[in-house]
């Protein structure tokens, strides 16, 4: 028995090695993993922009404006009405504490229930006659709650897929959905000339195609009961709460303003306000690739594997988003310019100011998966909460003063509170230091063999 075990443990020297080669392989497949995702997001990038686009330059930033207060609309719906079971699916996905058919039965009928509840919900507010929404149709704001159901069945089977770490199915049907939305973005908004009309039915078509999609891959490879698990919805709910508030929070830090420049000023501000929004959106495609992926393997693994690679994941975040979006500050106006026309160059300064705030929220993005990942949502959320309180403030303060920039700064100022206390959080949790969490302080580090 003791030479069994000396042999299976084998020398420290081999102990230490195979521990090194574990964690190499852990960080290759990982950046594989999300290099394939990176891909997808480039890809929706690309498609999603032609869309964009054709949006802006044939709405204008008034219709943009509208259109972007629409979309608020229907992702408020999803985010007050998700409750965290699609974040608890990944979770429990991975611990296998509770039959897979069950669990994708369970979670696929939570998300009939709770979109139904969500779109029954915002209709006795009567969206409709809120001044707030001016001169916009009752017929699609509607619409564009209606859209709400979609956007909870492709998102909560998107879960179950990341749960399994099915990453390309995922990403396939990502990238699926971006290009029905901007063909249905060319046929009837550039074609029929359908306008704001169009440009909602093609937000809601792409949804329903994907939410086909992604029910049909989740459930070819968990199969399906139709029982419902009590434990799951229990257990998922009793996760899920903080990581809803997180998911919550973020989407409010990053949306309310839209909201709240609709308020303080009009629909034309919005439209060249959400450009701006678009593009930080875009900045953040890296974090959220490796976001992504790091989510089930931390959640499956312990130690200081999973750890060094989510410092490596934020250091190479923040390099490259900096970099990226040094490059986009020097070419904004003209680039604009030529993708939106004259009537956008508005919205750079927004830009601008929102920039430091990429990187903020990248680190945020990396550590708050990391500890959510671990068990403890609660941190990110407590976070989130926060900053959207300050968010709140500054931009009721600033608006009003400064315009989009305030409202930009506002942004920015509540990111830099989300990564200052997930970055002590993380610290004081893991001990890890300063120089192994930001890359620039780490340069040298990263080269070290």
């Known amino acids: 028995m003791a030479r069994r075990h000396g042999g299976a443990a084998g020398p420290p020297g081999r102990r230490r090695a195979t521990a090194l080669t574990g964690t190499a392989l852990a960080r290759s497949s990982l950046l594989r993993q999300s290099v394939g995702t990176l891909g997808t997001q480039i890809t929706v990038l690309v498609v999603g922009m032609i869309g964009g686009i054709i949006i802006a330059r044939l709405l204008g930033p008034s ?24 974040s608890a699916a990944s979770y429990y996905l991975n611990r296998g504490d509770i039959p897979r058919p069950r669990l994708t039965s369970t979670l696929l009928l939570l998300a009939l229930i709770l979109s139904a509840l969500s779109v029954g919900l915002i209709l006795l507010l009567r969206p409709g006659k809120l001044q707030l929404l001016g001169s916009i149709p009752a017929g699609l704001v509607l619409l564009s709650i209606v859209a709400t159901i979609p956007v909870f069945f492709s998102t909560f089977a998107a879960r179950i897929l990341l749960g399994l770490g099915e990453i390309a199915a995922m990403n396939w049907v990502r990238i699926i959905q971006a290009v029905v939305r901007v063909f249905f973005v060319i046929l009837l908004v550039l074609i029929l000339g359908k306008g704001l009309s169009g440009a909602v039915w093609s937000f809601l078509l792409a949804y329903g195609v994907a939410a086909v999609l992604a029910v049909a ?13 009590a434990r799951f919805i229990k257990k998922g709910f009793l996760y899920g709460l903080p990581s809803f508030v997180l998911l919550l929070g973020n989407f ?34 890296l974090p959220q690739a490796l976001g992504t992926v790091l989510y089930p393997r931390v959640a499956a693994s312990d130690g200081a594997s999973s750890r060094e690679m989510v410092m490596a994941g934020a250091r190479h ?107 002590y959080a993380y610290r004081k949790l893991y001990g890890a230091g300063l120089r192994q969490m930001l890359f620039i302080l780490s340069l040298i580090h990263i080269s070290e063999p």
């Open 217 to 229: 891959a989740a459930v070819s490879r968990t199969g399906w009961e139709t029982s419902l698990d």
């Open 317 to 423: 975040a923040v390099l490259i988003v900096a970099v990226i979006g040094g490059t986009f500050v020097a070419i904004a106006r003209p680039f604009i310019r030529i993708l939106y026309g004259s009537d956008f160059l508005g919205s750079v300064p927004a830009f601008y100011v929102l920039l430091p705030g990429v990187i903020f929220l990248a680190l945020f993005q990396m550590y708050s998966v990391a500890i959510a990942a671990d068990g403890r949502p609660g941190i990110g959320a407590t976070a989130s909460l926060l900053a959207f309180v300050a968010n709140c403030i500054l931009n009721v303060l600033w608006i009003p003063r400064y315009g989009i920039v305030g409202a930009g700064l506002a942004t920015t100022v509540s990111y830099g509170i989300m990564a200052l206390i997930s970055i």
């Open 63 to 86: 219709g943009r404006g509208d259109y972007a207060i629409l979309l608020t609309i229907s992702g408020l719906a999803y985010n007050f009405g998700n409750l965290g079971f699609g």
């Open 252 to 285: 409010l830090n990053h949306r309310f303003d839209i909201l709240l420049v609709k308020h303080y000023m009009n629909a034309e501000s919005v439209g060249l306000y959400s450009v701006a929004v678009a593009w930080l959106d875009r900045l953040l495609y």
